[in-house]
């Protein structure tokens, strides 16, 4: 049986940010898990457009990401009491 898979997002655009940091920690804690990590730019997407089929390729990537993945794990830093449009 194959390693179950953990998708982990991070929200923030600074490389190595405390957040992206926090994410990292708390993904690789997880034993014998393979982990994808989007974060930073590659979460940079454009405005979703009902109108268009069009996807960057950083947007298929995330699809593709989220599609495979067996669990998840988003970490944002706090904005204004909320969390981080990226997310």
């Not at 989007?38 to 593709?64: C, F, K, N, Q, V």
């Amino acid at each position: 049986m194959p390693n179950p898979t953990l998708l982990a997002l991070g929200g923030s655009t600074t490389p190595l940010s405390a957040t992206e940091r926090a994410l990292r920690i708390a993904a690789e804690a997880a034993p014998d898990v393979t982990v994808t990590f989007l974060t930073g730019r590659a979460l940079m997407l454009p405005i979703y457009d009902t109108e268009s089929r069009h996807r960057t390729s950083e947007a298929l990537a995330l699809i593709e990401a989220a599609r495979s993945a067996d669990g998840v794990i988003i970490a944002s830093p706090g904005y204004h009491g909320g969390i981080s449009g990226m997310v």
